[in-house]
C-alpha cells in the first residue's frame, strides 16, 4: 500500500456532515458554477465541501483538506487555508444578499491543521455601510482554532456578473 496513504482516512468519504440545526445551502445552484476554485471538486484530492445555513442563517461549511493541500509536512498549505477563508466569507456576504467581490482578506494562522481532516467553518456578516460589507469567520474543529478570517467584501453592479 502507498505509506502515504497507510494510516489515512483518505480512501474513506469524508463526513461533511453538517451540525444539528444545520440546513443544505446549494452553493452551485445559487451563484452558479464559476465557484470551482475551493468547492468544485467534490470528488477530488484537494478540498471537498458542504455548505449549509444554521439556525439564525449564518453560513457555516464542512471542509475536507485532502492530500493535495499540502504544505508543511502532513498539514495544510497556509494558503489553502487561505483559500477556504476567501470562498467561505465572501459566499457568505452573497448568502447575506451582497453581490460582492473580496477587496481585503486578512488570514491569521493559529494552528497546524493535519491532512485528511474535516474541519468546520463558521461565518458572520458584522457590518454593511455604503459599499463595505465585513465578515469575520474561522476555521475550526472542536476546540482548536486553525485559522481566523477578517473578509472585507465591496458591493459591486449585479448587471457586472455574469452568473453561469
Ligand atoms: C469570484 C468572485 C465573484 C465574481 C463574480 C462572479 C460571479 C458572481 C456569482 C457568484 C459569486 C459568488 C460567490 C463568490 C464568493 C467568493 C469568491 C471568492 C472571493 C473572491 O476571491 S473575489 C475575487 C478577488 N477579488 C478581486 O478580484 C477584487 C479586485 N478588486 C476590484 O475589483 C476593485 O478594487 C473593487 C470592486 C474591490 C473596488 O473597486 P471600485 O472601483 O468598484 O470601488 P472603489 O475602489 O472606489 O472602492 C469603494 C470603497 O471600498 C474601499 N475599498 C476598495 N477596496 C478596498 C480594499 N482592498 N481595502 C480597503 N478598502 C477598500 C474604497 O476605499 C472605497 O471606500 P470609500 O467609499 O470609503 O472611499
Redesign the pocket.
Known amino acids: 500500500m502507498d505509506k502515504t496513504h497507510a494510516n489515512s482516512t483518505c480512501s474513506n468519504r469524508p463526513d461533511l456532515r453538517g451540525e444539528i440545526n444545520w440546513i443544505p445551502f446549494d452553493a452551485a445552484a445559487f ?2 458554477s ?2 470551482r476554485f475551493v468547492s468544485g471538486d467534490p470528488e477530488g484530492n484537494r478540498f471537498r465541501v458542504s455548505y449549509y445555513l444554521d439556525s439564525t442563517q449564518h453560513l457555516k461549511a464542512k471542509v475536507w483538506f485532502g492530500p493535495e493541500t499540502e504544505g508543511p509536512p502532513g498539514h495544510a498549505h497556509g494558503g489553502a487555508m487561505a483559500a477556504v477563508v ?2 467561505v466569507l ?2 457568505a ?2 448568502a447575506a444578499g451582497y ?6 482578506l486578512s488570514v491569521s494562522f493559529r494552528n497546524m491543521l493535519p491532512l485528511h481532516k474535516v474541519v468546520s467553518v463558521e461565518t458572520k456578516v458584522v457590518s454593511a455601510e ?3 460589507i465585513m465578515v469575520h469567520g474561522r476555521i475550526y474543529c472542536e476546540k482548536t482554532t486553525y485559522a481566523v478570517g477578517e473578509c ?1 467584501c ?1 458591493t ?1 453592479q449585479p448587471k457586472n ?3 453561469r
Open positions: 451563484v452558479g464559476s465557484l476567501d470562498e465572501g459566499l456576504a452573497w453581490s460582492i467581490v473580496v477587496g481585503n455604503g459599499r463595505k472585507l465591496i459591486i456578473i455574469n452568473i
